[in-house]
């Protein structure tokens, strides 16, 4: 299954790291009507109107903005992508009460999608999995998409990626790049597993690169100001406070607060490092990105409800990595100088090959507990 997977993800994410669009995933023909493949995302209406008023994809949001340039957007892109390569109707529901949304409100956008006549419908984000596991139930002959979680019943399909990997990358890159003063802020207040693992693996990244340096670096880590995913002028305000006093660069891990931390840098003349996706078009203070497959992830799964293949992923926790090609860092946008493509090709065959190994701890939110040698970390709680 993992073989078979694995093929199958590397036909849709060749250009998962190379722009702002994607390339759609392998699908049934569906028909001789079918519209010119559309790649760039941004050309697909956000909201469109389908003639029955039914709409066959839904998705339902995470906490915060739709189009919040990372986690929401990226896992959009992937269902405007598949539905315009294939004609399909869509339509995405947020929430009741935005950053406060209670499971009862999840459960809500949920039914709506299933009863607005959706077969599929992707839901983001690893806060869904109550509600989930009641819509599911109730709705059987739906196919959920399940991003950043697991499976709740057989017709749920789990997709996770193994971000420690992808923060690992971007860890060791920008301290081979010259960086030694560090910093990284994440949203959901450390419980949030996609970005802890995030945060884990650029730390033991930093860590590895500076050890091969004789060096240590340093980095003030915290979750404040992240439990909603939101800019603040309180996170602006305390990462401001970090670059003043001498850190280079941070590793924003938490949605719509990259808005905050762009900011910080911009004005401080500092650098940043994106999640998710590619956000160096949204700021040229961006470093380089850790990346995960999201858009293409949700195309491959939405192929398999359309082409009768869904059993094979439904009921199941399916984890994306390495080996999948489903995390990274984007070389077409590449702007590290000391660092080159090369060496970072190079340190992916290693992590492939297994001579690099990543400790996944889900809940290790304080790295200054794990007992690495060559970065302090400076914990911020």
């Known amino acids: ?6 093929i199958a993800l590397s036909l849709v994410m060749v250009l998962a790291m190379v722009a ?22 941004d050309e697909i209406a956000d909201e469109m109107t389908s003639e029955d008023g039914k709409y066959e994809i839904g998705f339902v949001t995470d906490v915060g903005q739709l189009k919040d340039k990372s986690f929401n957007q990226g896992t959009y892109d992937g269902v405007k992508l ?13 929430p009741a009460n935005g950053d406060k949304a209670t499971d009862d409100d999840r459960y809500d956008a949920m039914k709506a999608a299933c009863d607005n006549g959706a077969k599929a419908v992707v839901c983001a984000g690893f806060m869904q ?22 499976s709740t019943g057989a017709n749920v399909a789990g997709i996770a990626f193994a971000e420690e990997q992808s923060g690992y990358l971007a860890g060791y890159a920008v301290v081979k790049e010259g960086y030694e003063k560090l910093g990284f802020t994440g949203g959901g207040g450390g419980t949030n597993p996609p970005c802890v693992r995030f945060g884990y693996g650029f730390v033991q990244g930093a860590n590895d690169a500076a050890k091969e340096l004789g060096k240590t670096v340093d980095i003030n880590y915290t979750w ?12 602006m305000a305390m990462v401001s406070g970090w670059y003043n006093a001498g850190t280079e660069i941070v590793f924003c891990c938490g949605g719509n607060m990259f808005q905050s931390v762009a900011q ?14 590619d956000q ?16 293409s992830a949700v195309q491959w799964a939405l192929a398999k409800v ?33 660092f080159t493509v090369e060496e970072y090709e190079a340190l992916f065959q290693k992590l492939l090959n297994g001579e690099v190994t990543i400790d996944n701890n889900s809940e290790m939110s304080n790295p200054a507990e794990a007992g690495l040698t060559n970065i302090t970390v400076n914990f911020v709680a």
Not at 129 to 150: R, T
Not at 224 to 235: C, D, H, V
Not at 264 to 277: I, K, L, Q, R, Y
């Open 306 to 338: 359309y082409d009768g293949t869904f059993s094979e992923i439904g009921g199941n926790s399916t984890s994306l990595g390495a080996d999948n090609n489903a995390v990274g860092l984007p070389t077409a946008t590449w702007s590290m100088q000391n």
């Open 280 to 295: 160096s078009f949204e700021s040229e203070t961006v470093v380089t990105s850790a990346t995960k497959g999201l858009s």
């Open 224 to 235: 404040q100001f992240g439990n909603t995913f939101s800019p603040s002028p309180e996170l």
């Open 82 to 94: 598949y539905a315009a390569a294939n004609g399909l109707s869509y339509k995405y529901y947020q």
């Open 129 to 150: 999995g109550p509600a989930l596991e009641k819509v599911a139930a109730e709705y059987p002959d739906v196919s959920f998409i399940f991003i950043d979680g697991w």
């Open 20 to 41: 702002c669009g994607e390339e759609p995933a392998p699908t049934p023909d569906p028909g001789t009507d079918t519209p010119p493949v559309i790649t760039n995302p």
């Open 1 to 6: 299954m993992k073989k078979i997977l694995a």
């Open 264 to 277: 910080a840098a911009a004005e401080n003349d500092g650098a940043v490092v994106g999640v998710d996706t």
